[in-house]
Structure formats: structure tokens, C-alpha cells
């Protein structure tokens, strides 16, 4: 069975571009989030969507946005890309948004901006 | 305002014995503590959580023990393994399913 996939596995960009991240969710799962690990840090909540609607969005600016396809699949968009924005993307699937058995992550998107 | 704090950076302990992972929290509301284990260039891993009305939970080698009164929760590894060498995440789980992760804490198993 396939994990939850990322791509692409690593990106790099330059200040004030744009960026579109994707992530294939586990089959059958329907929530999808968006975490960003800074390197020597925890991963942060960016977004979450369960059945195509955004359930939560943490502490992040407008320049982040997300949305969720029909067939479960996700995109993370971020414009106008500063340096602070290079981290490591993780992408986690779950069949509920809210539950005690953990999310399951992919490896992430390593994203550099120059 | 950092609602999952993990101290401990880094951790190292011989092959054989405990190890012990240490996570305080300031959220009362957090229903679900869960551990993420992580290893170089992959996603974190969902290790063992417990529920906030549980103190315990056990799973092979790996136990999870919360203190609610303290707010503190540890991760107990017993016996580590030079492959549980990793880093360590503590996190908190409310209902809406976010999770919020504690900075992480390298455990190093030496043979």
C-alpha cells in the first residue's frame, strides 16, 4: 500500500516567487494537513482539510494557501516566497480530521529559498 | 507561547538499557498526547499515544506515562536499540485534530 506522497521531494526557489507543493493522502483517507518543520524545531500546523474544507489554519500568513481536490489529493501554495519560508514541508493524512491514532506523514518536501 | 515543550535536546544511553523521554505541556485542553519518532530524510512516524483520563499506555518496549497534576508526560524505551536512535517528538491533540509538537529531543542508542 502507498503511503501518503509528496512531491517534489526538493525545491528551490527565489525570493518572491511562488511555490506549489502536493500531497497524495494514504487511499481512503480524507483529511489532509500541512505541517512546516524549521530545522532544529517541531513541525507547525499550517492547514487542515477534511472533505474538501478547510478545518483549521494556524499562525501563518495570506501568502499561504491550501486547497483539497476531490479525490482527497492537496496542494500547498505559497507566494511571494521570503527566506524564513525554507523548511521542510510535511504533508499527514488521517480517515478523520480529529482522532487518538496519530496522522500518517510523508517524507516532506525540502523547500530552499535563495 | 510554546504549549509543548520538550527540554532535553539530546539524550544518549546505552544499548540494553532506559531511556527516557521528558515533554511538559501548558494546554489543558489537550484530549490526546501522541509520539512521533523521526529519522533522517522521512515523514515523522506515530510511535504511541495516550488519552488525557489515561495515566499509562503501554505498547511492547515503548510505554507512555502522563501526569496531569504536573503536566508532564514521558516516553519510556525499554530495552533501547541502537535502531530506536532518532529524534522524538511529543505532541498534543485537541479536537479539531491539530497537532501541536513539542522542538523534538535526539536520542542516540550506543552499541
Known amino acids: 500500500d502507498a503511503g501518503v506522497t509528496q512531491s517534489p521531494t526538493h525545491l528551490i526557489k527565489t525570493r518572491g516567487q511562488h511555490v506549489t507543493l502536493r500531497c497524495s493522502p494514504i487511499s481512503g483517507h480524507k483529511s489532509v494537513s500541512w505541517y512546516q518543520q524549521v530545522l532544529g524545531q517541531g513541525p507547525q500546523f499550517i492547514f487542515q482539510?477534511?472533505?474538501?474544507?478547510?478545518?483549521g489554519r494556524g499562525n501563518f500568513p495570506d501568502r499561504f494557501s491550501a486547497r483539497q481536490f476531490p479525490n482527497y489529493s492537496s496542494e500547498l501554495n505559497v507566494n511571494a516566497l521570503l527566506l524564513g519560508d525554507s523548511a521542510l514541508y510535511l504533508c499527514a493524512s488521517s480517515n478523520l480530521p480529529g482522532l487518538s491514532g496519530g496522522y500518517t506523514f510523508g517524507s516532506g518536501t525540502r523547500l530552499t529559498v535563495v | 507561547d510554546q504549549q509543548v515543550k520538550q527540554n532535553s535536546p539530546s539524550l544518549s544511553v546505552q544499548e540494553g538499557r532506559i531511556s527516557i523521554l521528558n515533554c511538559d505541556y501548558t494546554n489543558s485542553m489537550f484530549d490526546y498526547f501522541l509520539w512521533y519518532k523521526k529519522y533522517p530524510a522521512e515523514g515523522p512516524t506515530f510511535l504511541i499515544s495516550i488519552s488525557s483520563i489515561k495515566d499509562k499506555n503501554e505498547d511492547g518496549r515503548f510505554t507512555v506515562f502522563l501526569n496531569k497534576s504536573a503536566k508532564h508526560l514521558s516516553l519510556h524505551i525499554v530495552p533501547s536499540q541502537p535502531g530506536d536512535s532518532a529524534v522524538y517528538f511529543c505532541s498534543g491533540s485537541s479536537n479539531t485534530g491539530k497537532l501541536i509538537f513539542g522542538q523534538g529531543t535526539t536520542l542516540q542508542v550506543k552499541p
Open positions: 482539510y477534511y472533505e474538501k474544507e478547510e478545518r
